[in-house]
């Protein structure tokens, strides 16, 4: 290890690493705990962004996390400050997003004595993270450093989480730097697998090239991996239909004659159907979520199943594969694709899927996504709203969403033609999540439209961070589609609970959402007839100085179809009425 005779305390060295590490925002609160870290950032080259909440800060580094590829950073102090750092590390550890949580901890000599502000953090955060760690010392910090981004960003990504007590960061020690040899060496047990086995890959491409229903099933460890071009060269190759889950969209053009869009329990029609009735699943960074499979033993019944995945613990942890593949999402579907190319050239044929292609497209054409048109006197059609919106967006903008009816209406109705221009709360389902992580994003690509789209009940979560947006100058777009409701607890309500409505209206009247954006410093703009969407869209996109809020009155009683209710076989899909009696062209 190469040493210097520089001394410095703990909170300096931990404030160099981060900059050793390329960091160049960090989000966060400050506190007793962790107030030495917050001096040095005075003489740092990393930018703090201020947030009302510590929770806020999490998902900011989320944000960023997910439209650069970088690991988001978070920083605050300690006990409740902590605990409020939780949902988002759950948030990022389900949805595998690089993320490095930093929380002060009491002094050392005072750990264990229920100390003001104590709290077993590495205890509550050991199930939400890859990786956790109490430093016990100043000389730990730096090696401590490295082994986070290292274990955050490679293998399968994900949040570590560093606890550093305040005499640690304030104590002195002696600079230095750990080498990649000495990382590498300080976790022996940690080597992830990059490349597919090769008789594994060979058997992958024997499958594939004998499939006659194929479909590739593609997962968010796609994007993770920057798999977007070879995706594209395996499936134009191959002529195989792709469906791309929530947290991959993007990753595929929606555009693309071969894209059968999102799968599931709120997934398109073809997609969904084109799984059940496939004979072959190509998995590439996918993981049977329960909202994809719906009644795991009815899940497509006749299929084979090739799984590609970094993380060795998702092999049959679900679905058991007929061909597991561990490795890098990329880098297996670099070596399937040579693999076809050399079967190929020995003589073998892939089989004619013309016909089961034909069949596919017979279902995109009977069903499309679609809904009714306006009533008069009720509110917009949200689905309108959004379709507005893309069309007057280009391929670059970014997409956050909350979570909620709207989240699936956005992943339907919005065109992913890029990678890395969606951002949402997939695994977690976590409320609130939109208006931080659209902050987050911008400060990660600042020359990005970044458009937020939240429900009421989301928004009122966290759009207190409405005023870190304003104060730090980071503006954001926001398409709040108000329905008064939590609307997909209402949507289940209504199916599911014989209309019984217990707890789910929120409000007609309160809160006034372009008053409060107003007081946060936003542009605040109401929408309630179609006529005017167009224009509030046009001149929300001509502010670029400041936040703007778009609140748009939307059809409460306005549902997602298609839905697969829960626990059901995704054969019992309920597609909008309309369609209902195209249903036997199902089977």
Known sequence: MSTASTRMTGAQALIKALEMEQVDTIFGLPGGCILPAYDPLLESSIRHVLVRHEQGAGHMAEGYAHVTGRPGVAM??????????????????????????????????????????????????????KHNELVMTPDDIPLAVRQAFHLATTGRPGPVLLDLPKDVLQNEMTWHWPTDDEVAGSLPGYRPTMKGHPRMIKEAARMILAAERPVLYVGGGMLKARAAEILRELAEMTGINVVTTLMARGVFPDDHELCLGMPGMHGTIAATTAMQRADLLIALGARFDDRITGRLDAFAPDAKIIHVDIDPAEQGKVRRPDVPIVGDCRLVTEEIVQAIRDLTASGIEQADITAWKSRVSGWQEIFPLTYDEASPGAGLKPQYCLEELRAASTDETILVSGVGQHQMWASLHWKFNQPYSWVNSGGLGTMGFSIPAAIGAKAGRPDATVWAVDGDGCFQMTAQELVTATVERIPVKVALLNNSYLGMVRQWQEMFYDERYSEVYLSTETPDYVKWAESMGCVGIRVESPEEVGPAIEKANSINDRSVVVEFRTDSEEKVFPMVPAGVSNDEVLVHPSQEQFRAQLG
């Open 76 to 129: 605050v102090t300690s006990g409740p400050a902590a605990t409020n750092l939780v949902t988002p590390l759950m948030d990022a550890y389900m949805d595998s997003i690089p993320m490095v949580g930093i929380t002060g901890q009491v002094g050392t000599s005072a750990i264990g004595s229920d100390a003001f502000q104590e709290c077993d953090t590495v205890g509550i955060t050991r199930s939400c993270t």
